[in-house]
């Protein structure tokens, strides 16, 4: 969610004084100070992240496949604030609504595989969750908001490959892993084998 749907960034930045990541020195520090600072204010941080300007674009794109869920990672030393927030954000700011969010506080790449071995398909802005993905065996788009077109089109094109007809129809919950099932505002795929091996439901994810 943060860095594909929610600008997690600008708002980072802002708190800690810099204008680019590669200027905080130390990011462990740099997220403890978000949680410094809901601490003095009193203000949930989390929850008062922007759009960013091609969220809506994004997922008017993934929708016309079908369904999706949002996959998104809070940080273990503040999930008491981060979860609650990313579970109500998109209530808030996105006009297609998810049919569910899943919030780990651990690595994605737990979702990238079902039970019956078919993959499902992340869209995320930070590369190593890409990589711990698809080694995992999922299928990932490297996502930028500014580049949102080409990162649609990819998408476009991987659906086109595997046969729009096998990817609208709606998630059989008989295949979703017995842990997404498990995982209260998360994300859960499905697939068929007739799909070659891909999930009917999409996951957007965020670092």
């Not at 996105?94 to 780990?104: A, H, T």
Request: aromatic share 8%.
């Amino acid at each position: 969610m943060d860095g594909v749907l929610a600008d997690f960034f600008t708002a980072w930045y802002e708190l800690v004084h810099v204008k680019h990541w590669k200027e905080i020195k130390d990011p462990n520090q740099a997220i403890q100070d978000i949680a410094e600072y809901q601490k003095s204010t009193g203000k949930n941080w989390w929850a008062g992240l922007k759009r960013l300007p091609n969220a809506d674009n994004l997922i008017a794109a993934i929708s016309k496949y079908g369904s999706y869920r949002i996959l998104t990672k809070a940080p273990s030393s503040d999930s008491e604030h981060a979860v609650p927030a990313k579970k109500a954000w998109p209530k808030k700011h996105l006009k297609i609504q998810p049919i569910e969010i899943i919030v780990v506080t651990g690595s994605k790449d737990i979702y990238a595989k079902n039970s019956d071995g078919s993959s499902n398909i992340l869209i995320d802005d930070f590369g190593k969750n890409i990589k711990s993905w698809r080694h995992a065996g999922g299928i990932a788009i490297k996502y930028e908001d500014r580049n949102a077109h080409e990162s649609i089109l990819e998408l476009q094109q991987l659906m086109g490959k595997l046969g729009e007809s096998k990817l609208i129809k709606a998630p059989n919950d008989s295949n979703i892993p017995h842990s997404m099932k498990a995982a209260k505002g998360k994300s859960k795929p499905s697939k068929s084998g007739s799909q070659k091996n891909i999930n009917r439901g999409k996951l957007v994810g965020t670092c």
